[in-house]
């Protein structure tokens, strides 16, 4: 059973601050990586994804991979109110026979206070 | 572009009774997917398309039947609903297998 797990909160920061979003995974063959957004009662957002060990910016957000390590977080710089939300993360990875499995974490709830 | 389409938005089901829970995309993508989500759990999968005439069991298949019907259009049916399929639903639809999803807004499913 390939497992994702994150820190479920709530993580809360002060507005203008980074907050930090950590992510592990079990599966050392998992291939691509993912970030959701999802306010309370709606759906899941794409933020970012990586396939690659390192960082990779998007405006305000950055992941980061360290497949070594067996982890994947997402940094938000310059945190807002609205950024006040539940992250998830998702890693996917190959199943056998042109199948890929993708596993949600459970999320971690961020709160910005202004 | 309305993206990914969730019809009905909300339900209220008795037990034994049966209901198929629509989903359409307008992105032209190849897979389709259906997951539930409750508290607690995270998202879990119940059924995937990875192709138009494809279907394959996910994490909690058990109590759902699903029909890729076009490349657009991947419908969830339960055929006697139960409390304990009382969740949120969530369609998505990624362009392949090993591309980023895009969901819909979700139904949200009472059993009672």
């Known amino acids: 059973q390939k497992e994702v797990e994150q820190n479920s909160g709530p993580l809360s920061v002060p507005e203008g601050a980074i907050a930090s979003l950590n992510c592990t995974y079990s599966d050392r063959g998992s291939q691509s990586f993912f970030w959701y957004r999802q306010y309370s009662g709606k759906s899941p957002e794409l933020i970012m994804f990586i396939y690659s060990n390192g960082d990779k910016e998007d405006g305000r957000f950055t992941a980061q991979l360290n497949k070594a390590s067996q982890y994947v977080s997402l940094l938000i710089r310059d945190s807002q109110p609205s950024d006040s939300a539940t992250y998830l993360c998702a890693v996917r990875s190959y199943s056998g026979a042109g199948s890929y499995q993708l596993t949600f974490g459970k999320g971690t709830k961020l709160s910005v206070i202004p | ?112």
């Open chain 2, 1 to 112: 572009n309305a993206g990914v389409t969730q019809t009905p938005k909300f339900q209220v089901l008795k037990t034994g009774q049966s209901m198929t829970l629509q989903c359409a995309q307008d992105m032209n993508h190849n897979s389709m997917y259906w997951y539930r989500q409750d508290p607690g759990m995270g998202l879990r999968l119940i059924y995937y398309s990875a192709s138009e005439g494809t279907t394959d069991k996910g994490e909690v298949p058990n109590g759902y039947n699903v029909s890729r019907l076009n490349k657009r259009e991947f419908s969830l049916r339960l055929e006697s609903a139960a409390p304990s399929q009382t969740s949120v639903y969530f369609c998505a639809s990624s362009e392949n297998v090993d591309s980023p999803l895009h969901f819909g807004n979700g139904t949200r499913l009472t059993v009672t």
